[in-house]
């Protein structure tokens, strides 16, 4: 059992605050509504979400959950030699952090208060811990709660901006009232909720393409028209049980980069016209790639670029505002796997410049 937690109070954290206007012409900091610290908007460049603590340290070396990749992901943009070339360092400077301490209504909106108030205050029993999946300590709750938070902020700078990214998220496995798969809280449920609450947006809809079906995401909103679900994943991989979607598209192991291009072109121009959100949330998990340990699918780098370019590019050419969060992948090489992750950036980067964002500005 974990040493308990400083209780938590509602709102607590970092004073919401507005930040003085650039001077500059090529950027604006963000105001009250995003909760952040620090943060700069530059019209060429797509804004980012980072926490230095969305890898949980201290963490088990041999543990199967890879816990650095965030951190190695953040250190790769940020090199001038990495993916996003001299754009990277800009932006990676300028990115937004979430709030350190997120109001509990934001969680108990999506779960049931008591599983969320056992997992902040160390309370979750043994088989609740061993459904999860991760080892139960202080830093794990700390990068929990920032991830959601995270993901909440992107979701409101997609709002403002059109497009934004979060260095973490895609907790799609995490219930209502439990955990599972290495996900405890579900940012996805959590910033849907958020941002209806705001006022900002009344219909999301969750694009998830992890190569695991997004089962807490599905039944979170079974009975809520207000957030469609897409899951875009192996029908032959985890979770066994997976509960119905509002479009499923399982697809066979081995499936490679044309099928799932194929089934992106036959479902999301559709979809968007049929039902037109508001909020599009992204899930870019890079388990689908052909060397991921836990995929069983075929999609190679290129692929992985063209799927993520393929969604946000719909998006936006739709008119429809984009979060993406980073999802799964796993690879015992941290370079190779922090590379992967960093493709839906580069595709968002890609984006924002051949859609001109930096000229509507919402």
């Known amino acids: 059992m974990m040493r308990l937690l400083a209780p938590l109070k509602a709102g607590s954290g970092p004073l919401l605050r507005a930040f003085s206007s650039l001077s500059a012409d090529n950027g604006t900091q963000a105001g009250t509504l995003f909760g952040s610290l620090g943060g700069i908007v530059h019209k060429d460049l797509p804004p980012l979400v ?33 993916p996003l070339g001299d754009e990277g360092p800009v932006a990676m400077k300028g990115a937004f952090r979430p709030m350190d301490r997120p109001p509990h209504k934001w969680f108990e909106a999506v779960h049931d208060p008591p599983y969320y108030r056992a997992f902040v205050g160390g309370a979750l029993d043994e088989k609740a811990i061993r459904r999860i999946g991760l080892p139960y300590t202080e830093p794990l709750v700390d990068r929990t709660l920032l991830e959601v938070s995270g993901t909440v902020l992107a979701a409101r700078l997609a709002l403002k901006f059109g497009l934004a990214c ?12 439990f955990g599972s798969g290495y996900t405890i809280l579900n940012d996805l449920a959590v910033a849907s909720r958020v941002v209806q609450a705001d006022g900002t947006a009344s219909k999301v809809t969750i694009v998830d393409c992890d190569v695991h079906q997004g089962d807490g995401t599905a039944t979170i909103f079974a009975d809520d028209a207000s957030v469609r679900t897409l899951s875009f994943h192996c029908q032959d991989n985890f979770p066994a049980v997976k509960p119905a979607s509002d479009i499923d598209v399982g697809f066979p192991p081995g499936a490679g980069d044309e099928d799932l291009l194929s089934a992106l072109r036959r479902v999301l121009p559709h979809e968007f016209a049929q039902y037109p959100p508001d909020l599009v949330l992204y899930d870019a998990g890079v388990d689908m790639h052909a060397g991921d340990r836990l995929g069983k699918m075929l999609i190679s780098d290129e692929g992985l670029l063209a799927r993520d370019y393929y969604v946000i590019s719909t998006c936006l050419e739709m008119g429809l505002p984009v979060a993406c969060v980073v999802g799964g992948g796993y690879d015992s090489d941290r370079d190779v796997l922090a590379r992967r992750h960093s493709t839906v950036f580069k595709a968002a980067f890609q984006a924002w410049r051949e859609f001109d964002m930096r000229t509507n500005w919402r």
């Open 166 to 177: 979060n260095l973490a998220g895609g907790t799609h496995h995490a219930h209502k009232g």
């Open 50 to 82: 980072y926490h230095e603590r969305y890898s949980a340290d201290p963490w088990p070396p041999k543990h199967s959950f890879p816990m650095s990749k965030f951190s190695d992901l953040a250190e790769l943009l940020a090199d001038t030699n990495g």
